[in-house]
């Protein structure tokens, strides 16, 4: 790790570790350098426990997928989930999205079909969602029907 990234990984933590906001309403990232998983899962944490309402992660390091805690799954406060280049292959189910309106999904490596439709359908208010699906996902090619989405692109 370089100079630079060590104050960047040091200005994140105490961001969040000052921050006298009860409630983080957004958490934005795009990354182009090597994180490590204890930083970013210290990240969301962080933020899941002070009430996240928007999620953005895109990363960009050699195409390697992030993994993710699984107390992003059972988010009560997530309406925004994004995410790019990252590995949903550990999440464990039954996950709870009951206020998940936007789900983009971008380049996201997946378990097997089963987990990638259980996913979807922890989304019971799911307006707006975007799969564009990465070479190797682990998925077959599927139709997807979103009742309740007013805005949905896919590239399956």
Same mark, same amino acid.
């Given at each position: $790790?370089?100079?630079?990234?060590?104050?960047?990984?040091?200005?994140?933590?105490?961001?969040?570790?000052?921050?006298?906001?009860?409630?983080?309403?957004?958490?934005?990232?795009?990354?182009?350098?090597?994180?490590?998983?204890?930083?970013?899962?210290?990240?969301?944490?962080?933020?899941?426990?002070?009430?996240?309402?928007?999620?953005?992660?895109?990363?960009?390091?050699?195409?390697?997928?992030?993994?993710?805690?699984?107390?992003?799954?059972?988010?009560?406060?997530?309406?925004?989930?994004?995410?790019?280049?990252?590995?949903?292959?550990?999440?464990?189910?039954?996950?709870?999205?009951?206020?998940?309106?936007?789900?983009?999904?971008?380049?996201?490596?997946?378990?097997?079909?089963?987990?990638?439709?259980?996913?979807?359908?922890?989304?019971?208010?799911?307006?707006?969602?975007?799969?564009?699906?990465?070479?190797?996902?682990?998925?077959?090619?599927?139709?997807?029907?979103?009742?309740?989405?007013?805005?949905?692109? $896919? $590239?399956?």
């Amino acid at each position: $790790m370089n100079a630079d990234h060590g104050r960047f990984v040091r200005f994140v933590d105490r961001s969040l570790l000052l921050s006298t906001a009860p409630v983080l309403e957004s958490l934005h990232f795009k990354l182009s350098r090597k994180c490590s998983e204890v930083d970013i899962v210290f990240w969301v944490e962080t933020t899941v426990e002070r009430g996240l309402g928007d999620l953005n992660f895109d990363y960009h390091y050699h195409n390697e997928p992030r993994r993710w805690p699984q107390s992003l799954f059972t988010c009560g406060t997530l309406v925004v989930l994004k995410l790019k280049n990252v590995s949903l292959v550990d999440v464990k189910f039954p996950v709870c999205f009951e206020l998940l309106k936007t789900l983009h999904l971008d380049h996201v490596i997946f378990l097997n079909d089963e987990s990638s439709q259980k996913l979807l359908s922890s989304c019971p208010i799911l307006e707006d969602l975007l799969l564009d699906r990465a070479v190797h996902d682990n998925v077959t090619p599927f139709l997807l029907w979103c009742l309740h989405c007013k805005d949905s692109s $896919m $590239m399956l």
